[in-house]
């Protein structure tokens, strides 16, 4: 079993900064893709980007690339997400998600974080 706990949200200026973080606990998310996504009021939750378990490839979806880059620290257990640049309709709950190597969908999910961006 893996808990995650998202943290660094908050309320940001358009073109501000944000790092959110996902720590994990009860296991190590060294065999794990991990991803972020995104929830905005009255929508879908929504990819934002993913890295593999040792971080060799990233992938963002085409709204966020160029402003955000998710990193990881397995000596840490934890996940980061750097969001520049920061745009109102960026606004949403972070969800960060962990997805073993042989899930074909994510098998842990934190319980988000918020992000207002305001303009």
């Known amino acids: 079993q893996v808990q995650l706990v998202e943290s660094g949200g908050g309320l940001v200026q358009a073109g501000g900064s944000l790092r959110l973080s996902c720590a994990a606990s009860?296991?190590?998310?060294?065999?794990?893709?991990m991803g972020w996504f995104r929830q905005a009021p009255g929508k879908e939750r929504q990819f934002v980007a993913r890295i593999t378990w040792n971080g060799d490839i990233t992938t963002y979806t085409d709204s966020v690339k160029g402003r955000f880059t998710i990193f990881r620290d397995n000596a840490k257990n934890t996940v980061y997400l750097q969001m520049n640049s920061l745009k109102p309709e960026d606004t949403a709950v972070y969800y960060c998600?962990?997805?073993?190597?042989?899930?074909?969908?994510?098998?842990?999910w934190g319980q988000g974080t918020q992000v207002t961006v305001s303009s």
């Open positions: 009860g296991r190590t998310l060294r065999s794990y893709t």
């Open positions: 998600a962990a997805k073993s190597m042989v899930a074909t969908s994510y098998d842990y």
